[in-house]
C-alpha cells in the first residue's frame, strides 16, 4: 500500500485534499501547553485534559508512523458575512449550515479506514478522527503539505483557501511523507485588523475567551456582560478573519447543487428577527445532524438575544418582546433578553 493508492482512494471518495506526515511530536505542537497556561483555552476544559495526547499522535497510537491528513472544503455560493449590509442578518458561520461535518466525513473515513486495511492486510492499526479526536489537526495537516497555519491559526491551502474541514487516519503503516506548508502570510494583517473583538492577540495566537465563536458556541453559560456589545449580529460562530483573507478572495469551485454545505433553508439569509420568531421546535429540527445541534436552541437563542441588544434592531426588539417559545422562559435565555431590552432602551 503506498501513499498515492491512498491519495487516489481519498480523492474518489470525495476529500479534495490528503497528504501524509509523519507520526513526530513536530515543533508546533509546543505551542499548545504554552496556550493552555496563558488560558487561551477557557472552559474547554476537555483540552487540557488530553493535553498530553495531544502533544504527539503516538501517545494516541503508540505504533504510530504516519498520520494520513485530509481536508474537505465546504465553501458554498452565499455572500460573505463582510459583504452584507447592516446589521439586522443573523450571521451564522459558514461550517455550520449543512450536514454535521462530523457525520459526512466520518463515513468517507470509515470507507477509507476499510479500503486501506483491505489492501495492507488486517495488523495495519488505523484511527480515524475528525475535529474531537486528541489531535492538533492544523499542525499535521501543515506537516501534510495540505496548507500552512496562517496567522488567523487557520490551515490555508494555496489553491483552495481555508474553508477546509480537516480530519486524519493515525496510521501503522510508514508512507512516504509530503513537504510540509510553508508560510505565504508575508506582511499581511488583514485577519488582525479586522477581528471583531481583537482575539488574535498576536500573528498565529488566538484568545478562545474573546473570540466570537468560542463566546457563541462553546461557553455553555451566560455571555460575559462587557463583551455583549462585540457580538454585533453573530448568532452562531463567526468567519470574519477568513472572509477578509485574500487567500479565501476566488468564489467554490464545488457544485453548489450538489454539496452538502449548502445552507438549511431555516437559517439560510434569515433576520435575527425571522430567527427569533421561528418556533423552538422548528429550530430544533432544523439543527437536526447539523454542527449546530452543538449549541442547541437555547444557546441559539441566548445569543439571538444578544444580537438583538448589540444591534438595536428594531425588528429584533419587537420579536424579543412578542414571542413567547419554552426556550424563552429558561433563565439563562430570559437573562439575555432582559440585557438586550434594557440595553436598547440606553441607546
Ligand atoms: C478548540 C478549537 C476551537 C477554539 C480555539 C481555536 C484556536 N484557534 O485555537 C474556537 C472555539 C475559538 C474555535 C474556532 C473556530 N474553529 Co475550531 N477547533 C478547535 C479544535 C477542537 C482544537 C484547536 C486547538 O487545539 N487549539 C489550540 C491552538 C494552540 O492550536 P491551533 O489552533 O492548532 O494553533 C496552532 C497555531 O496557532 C500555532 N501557534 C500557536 N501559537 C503560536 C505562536 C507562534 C509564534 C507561531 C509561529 C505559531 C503558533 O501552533 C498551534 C498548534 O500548536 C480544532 C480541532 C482539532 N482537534 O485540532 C478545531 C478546528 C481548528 N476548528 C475549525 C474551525 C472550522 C473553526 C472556525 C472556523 C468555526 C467558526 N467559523 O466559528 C473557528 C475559527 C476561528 C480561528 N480563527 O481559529 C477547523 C479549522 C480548519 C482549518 N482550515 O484550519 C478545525 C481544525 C476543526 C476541523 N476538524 O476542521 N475552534
Ligand atoms: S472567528 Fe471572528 S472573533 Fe474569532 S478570531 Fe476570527 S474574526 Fe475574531
Ligand atoms: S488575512 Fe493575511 S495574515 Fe491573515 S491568514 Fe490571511 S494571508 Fe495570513
Known amino acids: 500500500m503506498t501513499a498515492s493508492e491512498i491519495k487516489a482512494r481519498a480523492a474518489e471518495l470525495g476529500f479534495d485534499l490528503c497528504g501524509i506526515a509523519p507520526a513526530a511530536a513536530h515543533k508546533e505542537l509546543d505551542f499548545f501547553t504554552e496556550w493552555l497556561a496563558r488560558g487561551y483555552g477557557g472552559e474547554m476544559h476537555y483540552l487540557g485534559r488530553s493535553a498530553e495526547r495531544r502533544a504527539d499522535v503516538r501517545a494516541v497510537m503508540p505504533s504510530a508512523k504516519s498520520v494520513i491528513c485530509l481536508g474537505t472544503v465546504y465553501n458554498t455560493d452565499r455572500p460573505y458575512s463582510t459583504e452584507l449590509a447592516g446589521r439586522s442578518s443573523a450571521l451564522i458561520a459558514r461550517y455550520a449550515w449543512g450536514e454535521d461535518y462530523h457525520e459526512v466525513i466520518q463515513q468517507r473515513m470509515d470507507s477509507l479506514v476499510q479500503w486501506i486495511r483491505g489492501g495492507a492486510g488486517p495488523d495495519v492499526e488505523l484511527r480515524p478522527y475528525v475535529d474531537t479526536g486528541p489531535v492538533q489537526e492544523r499542525v499535521y495537516a501543515q506537516y501534510a503539505g495540505l496548507g500552512w497555519i496562517g496567522k488567523n491559526t487557520c490551515v490555508i491551502n494555496p489553491d483552495l483557501g481555508s474553508w477546509i474541514f480537516l480530519s486524519e487516519i493515525i496510521c501503522s503503516l510508514a508512507l512516504e511523507p509530503d513537504p510540509p506548508s510553508l508560510d505565504q502570510c508575508g506582511t499581511c494583517r488583514l485577519c488582525i485588523d479586522s477581528c471583531p473583538t481583537g482575539a ?91 454542527a449546530m445541534s452543538r449549541a442547541g436552541v437555547k444557546r441559539l437563542r441566548r445569543n439571538l438575544a444578544v444580537c438583538a441588544g448589540a444591534t438595536a434592531d428594531a425588528d429584533a426588539l419587537g420579536a424579543l418582546r412578542d414571542v413567547d417559545e419554552p426556550t424563552c422562559d429558561d433563565p439563562m435565555v430570559a437573562e439575555h433578553i432582559h440585557w438586550a431590552l434594557d440595553a436598547s432602551e440606553l441607546k
Open 200 to 290: 488574535i492577540v498576536d500573528p498565529y495566537v488566538l484568545d478562545s475567551t474573546r473570540c466570537l465563536s468560542y463566546l457563541t458556541i462553546e461557553l455553555k453559560g451566560d455571555i460575559p456582560i462587557d463583551q455583549r456589545e462585540s457580538v454585533g449580529n453573530h448568532a452562531y460562530g463567526c468567519d470574519v478573519c477568513q472572509e477578509v483573507c485574500p487567500w479565501n478572495a476566488q468564489p467554490p469551485s464545488d457544485d453548489p447543487a450538489g454539496s452538502p454545505w449548502l445552507p438549511r433553508a431555516t437559517f439560510d439569509g434569515r433576520s435575527l428577527a425571522e430567527l427569533w420568531r421561528t418556533p423552538d421546535a422548528d429550530l430544533r429540527a432544523a439543527m437536526k445532524h447539523s
